[in-house]
């Protein structure tokens, strides 16, 4: 399966700024990526699919102009946490998806990221 | 998918003993139920995966049973060790190629 990468594991910032979390597929080419945020004891919840070479899809209630996605290679997509508060803490998961036969499609973690804003 | 659900939500259980984790969905175009694993701190980890055209799969300790009819699929751990302790999530995948994750358990296997 597909190695995926994420940097950084963990970041502290203060409210304000902005944070770029990068996710590498180190073995695979990925045309989409996709993003997850987490909170504690709580399921994966999508953000957003990253697709290469054109704009992301946010899913519904996520604000595009405040986690900005690019996807500009094929191994490479970032999100970035722009005026980050508080409650935008949480852990940020990425995965890409790899085609296990014709309809199936394996997805493959990256190990998160931890962000906390303080 | 569209909905998942999964129970227990919190699974304790002494190591040796065998643990067993419920889902089931409601959209009849799944066809691929994939479980993770997720340790603390870490991203999850496909540990078995079961297709819409099969009944039962096996991995050694881990085993995913899959009742179309009933919209319900589980998953076996046999022989229970203290590292099999983390959150497990279901998924399902339909049409698109994006799971819906069941809200996950915590296993915790009491050496």
């Known amino acids: 399966g597909a190695v995926v990468s994420q940097h950084p594991s963990w970041v502290i910032c203060k409210s304000g700024t902005s944070v770029k979390i990068e996710c590498r597929s180190l073995d695979f080419q990925a045309t989409t990526m996709f993003w997850y945020r987490q909170f504690p004891k709580q399921s994966l919840m999508l953000m957003a699919t990253?697709?290469?070479?054109?704009?992301?899809?946010?899913e519904q209630g996520v604000e595009k102009d405040k986690f900005l996605i690019n996807h500009a290679s094929l191994t490479l997509s970032t999100l970035t946490v722009t005026s980050a508060h508080p409650e935008d803490s949480s852990f940020y998961i990425c995965?890409?998806?790899?085609?296990?036969?014709?309809?199936?499609?394996?997805?493959?973690f990256g190990p998160g990221t931890r962000l906390t804003v303080t | 998918g569209e909905n998942v659900e999964q129970h227990p939500s919190t699974l304790s259980v002494q190591e040796g003993d065998s643990a067993v984790i419920k889902c089931t969905y409601s959209d009849s175009a799944s066809n691929y139920f994939p479980w993770y694993k997720q340790e603390l701190g870490k991203g999850p980890q496909l540990i078995i995966d079961i297709r819409s055209n099969v009944g039962e799969k096996k991995d050694q300790r881990i085993a995913v049973t899959l009742n179309k009819t009933a919209k319900h699929f589980s998953l076996h751990i046999t022989e229970t060790q203290p590292e099999d302790s983390a959150v497990y999530f279901c998924?399902?995948?339909?049409?698109?190629?994006?799971?819906?994750f069941g809200r996950g358990t915590s296993l915790i296997v009491h050496p």
């Open positions: 998924a399902d995948l339909g049409g698109s190629y994006i799971p819906t």
């Open positions: 995965s890409v998806p790899g085609l296990a036969g014709v309809l199936y499609y394996e997805q493959y």
């Open positions: 990253s697709n290469e070479g054109s704009k992301a899809t946010y």
